[in-house]
């Protein structure tokens, strides 16, 4: 009765727990896959043993996971990228460094005194030496050549070749000491070593830096009365060419513009080839006069200057001939010629007689005519200076529409006097033999005809235009022939007749 009372309590119990004990609870090792209904005992060891065991396991897995040395298991990608870049970096680094080596090295070895001495050696065709180069950084790059000494004297005090960066660095790949232009200080020299220079020009194409410009920023001729003054001398490579071939000149001091044009000898021992042009050029031989425009061209060597043809204009006339100045002897020789076929007289009066210097006054002159002229030139000394201020132009010239202002000479000649006489002399014809140099005009075997009117004489004007001469006056007519002489005298302006 006890025994069945208790398992209806027992069935009462379970069934009142029905719900808790829904869910389906698993374990291990068990053939069962629900709890037992009947097996109330083996619920509660379940539910709280369980867990104590897995959580006694995971604790104890994280001890031994813990207490063992820590250890990378990937690589991160921005460990990856940072690697690469600090491998980049340092290549470039090396690269730089290496390039910068090289180029230190080729910079040292072109930049030296022994390197700079042959290259320049061997551009004069003669030995040299350095006293110091130096490579200046501000303010541009250059390298600093200074007291370049050669044979004979001859002494470039400095030269400075400059160059850019990327040039410099493009001639790192070929080993090659890259130059742009070359400018040497202001230098006085003589013709010889001038001529030595000009030589040079044509060996310079064998130097093995691409020097493409050399430049002289200033030079003057000690010797050489012919160039005058300060001037630029510049040599470039010719268009698509290696070598040197052609020497510009040009005037920087005095009036107005003169240049040159210099071809050096094909060959030592030839002679160079020049070209001149000039505009308001004041030239160092003849008379002075700033030419409005000179051209000229020729050939010279160290004993011979030939011009083979000149041409120089101004406000009176053009002039063109040709001129040879050469050594003979133990001096020298100028032979040549001069022609005009438009000089105005009047306007050579008005040039010479002008208010400033080559200016022409607007005045009435007392002489007017168009000479023609067909002159000699001649010359000789121990020097070309002694020839140049001992040369002389001499020759016939004629007269067109030749007039005599403030004197009648048909007047004159038939009175007996110049007093008196005055008015105007127009002569059909006038012929005369002219010599020029630098003392003044000399006029000789002056012929004149008007009519039945003769003039004869001749006269001369010095370098300050003072007129000092006589002239014979005749007048023929049936009753015979009346004369007076008439001597000449004042300015070339201003003539006095007495």
Known sequence: MTKTTGRSSAGSSRTRRSDDSKHSHFEFGSTRGQWDRDGGSDFAITTVNIPDRLDAQEVRARAVADSGPPSVRRFHRADITRAIGWLVALAVLGAVAWGAIRLAGVWREASSPRSVERQIGQALGMPVSVRATELRLLPSPRLVVSDVLAAGGLRLPEVAVH??????????????????????????????????????????????????????????????????????????????????????????????????????????????????????????????????????????????????????????????????????????????????????????????????????????????????????????????????????????????????????????????????????????DLDLVVTGSTAGLAVRSLSGRAGGLRVQGGFTVDRQLQLRGAVRSEVASPRGVAGADIQLGGTIGKPEFR
């Open 163 to 428: 160059f850019n960066w990327r040039d410099a660095l493009r001639g790192v790949q070929n080993s090659t000491w890259v130059l742009g232009e070359a400018r040497v200080a202001p230098v006085e020299l003589n013709g010889e070593h001038a001529l030595t220079l000009l030589q040079s020009v044509r060996r310079a194409s064998q130097l093995s830096a691409a020097v493409s410009t050399i430049r002289f920023e200033s030079v003057s001729f000690a010797d050489l009365v012919l160039l005058p003054g300060q001037y630029e001398a510049v040599v470039r490579r010719g268009v698509g060419q290696r070598g040197f071939d052609m020497l510009s000149v040009r005037r920087l001091d005095g009036t107005g513009q003169m240049e040159l044009e210099v071809k050096p000898a094909a060959a030592d021992g030839g002679s160079a080839s020049f070209r001149l042009f000039a505009t308001r050029w004041a030239a160092a031989v003849g008379p002075a006069v700033t030419w409005n425009e000179a051209t000229a061209q020729g050939e010279f060597d160290a004993n011979r200057l030939k011009v083979d043809s000149y041409s120089v204009g101004a406000p009176f006339g053009n002039f063109n001939g040709s001129a040879l100045l050469a050594a003979e002897g133990g001096g020298w020789r100028l032979s040549g010629n001069l022609r005009s076929p438009d000089l105005s007289v009047e306007e050579l009066i008005r040039y010479l007689t002008g208010p400033g210097s080559g200016e022409a006054a607007a005045v009435s002159v007392p002489f007017r005519g168009t000479v023609k002229i067909e002159l000699a030139l001649a010359g000789s000394g121990a020097t070309v200076a002694d020839v140049v201020q001992g040369a002389s132009a001499a020759g016939p010239a004629s007269v067109s529409g030749a007039t005599i202002s403030g004197m009648n000479l048909g007047v004159a000649a038939t009175q007996g006097s110049a007093s008196g006489a005055g008015g105007i002399t127009r002569l059909t």
